[in-house]
């Protein structure tokens, strides 16, 4: 369980970022639900990548529960990002206001 909770921060914190980076950079041209989507899907595929490649590692396994807790993660981060910014609109990118 502590395994899916770890993996589950590591990927909201990574879906939190994507949706910083690409709402820094297309957010004249993209909707907030197509950030998130955006973000979620590089998380959760990130994820699916990194169990792919532990297949081939003689000490590891694949595992579809740490897919679904990645997957998860990613919801959890970019939904988290949104509303914290939601609340802030001017936290995310301080230097821009300058």
């Not at 914190?13 to 041209?29: G, I, P, Q, T």
């Not at 003689?58 to 529960?65: E, F, I, K, L, S």
């Amino acid at each position: 369980m502590k395994d899916k909770v770890l993996h589950m921060a590591a990927y909201g914190l990574l879906a939190a970022l994507v949706f910083r980076a690409c709402r820094a950079s297309w957010s004249d041209r993209w909707s907030t639900v197509q950030l998130i989507v955006v973000s979620v899907c590089f998380a959760t595929f990130f994820g699916v990548s990194d169990e792919f490649h532990q297949s081939f590692v003689a000490a590891r396994q694949a595992d579809g529960y740490d897919v679904l807790a990645d997957f998860l993660g990613g919801v959890i981060g970019a939904l988290g990002y949104m509303k914290a910014m939601s609340r802030h609109p001017g936290a995310a990118f301080p230097s821009l206001k300058d």
